[in-house]
């Protein structure tokens, strides 16, 4: 019993009482926070790197087992400063390669929040996006067992553009343009609400970029009445 703190100290030497202030691995304060690479530490765990730049001072909270199998299966938690010296990556890593032996080619980035652009990654770390998902996505009860198409999506509810409340499959407040892929010049389907001659009435339309119309559907609200022109 005590209201002292506890170190935990190695010595480089045979002879204990060399043990030094710079030996110290562990410290556990009276406070009850416990520190690795640290004496001060700030939290209930506190895991301390070090001071300098690289993979040799990252913090490393690191979970394994050994599998029936005899492979080693990890899942680490990394502070990476691979994105500069003044902000650090936050990197959920796992193991994906089967094996007895440690390599780090054998991890794989799961997830990244990069804290130079403050976004997150999964399968990517993307400073561009605020959320960055390399692969098919499952969204509602298809995320239990559902398979998305590569690099798409799939949703079970309704999904809204412009909305927060979609009233079907897809609901889009707003224009909508459905363009002739890779061309960039004729718009196959354009519904709008204006903007396009007749500024008070729906119009489905199909027209090039430049704004020239080949054709439209036009809704007259005022009777009822529809125009194909």
Known sequence: WGKSNLHFALSSTDNLEDASSDDIKMTILNAGNVGIGTT????KLDVYGGSGDGNSYEPILSLSKMSSTGNVQVARLVLDD???????DLVFRVKTTASA?????FYTDMMTLNGTYNTVGIG?????AKLAVNGGVAIGSYASSGTPPSNGMIISGNVGIGT????????????????TPNTGTVTVLALRSGGLAVSDRPRLAWQHSDGGNLGYIDGDSTNGSMVLN
């Open 101 to 105: 032996s440690e390599n780090p080619a």
């Open 40 to 43: 001060g530490p700030l939290t």
């Open 124 to 128: 990517a770390n993307n400073g561009n």
């Open 164 to 179: 927060t409340g979609p009233g079907s499959k897809l609901h889009v407040s707003g224009e909508a343009i459905i363009a």
């Open 82 to 88: 691979a994105g500069g010296a003044n902000q650090a």
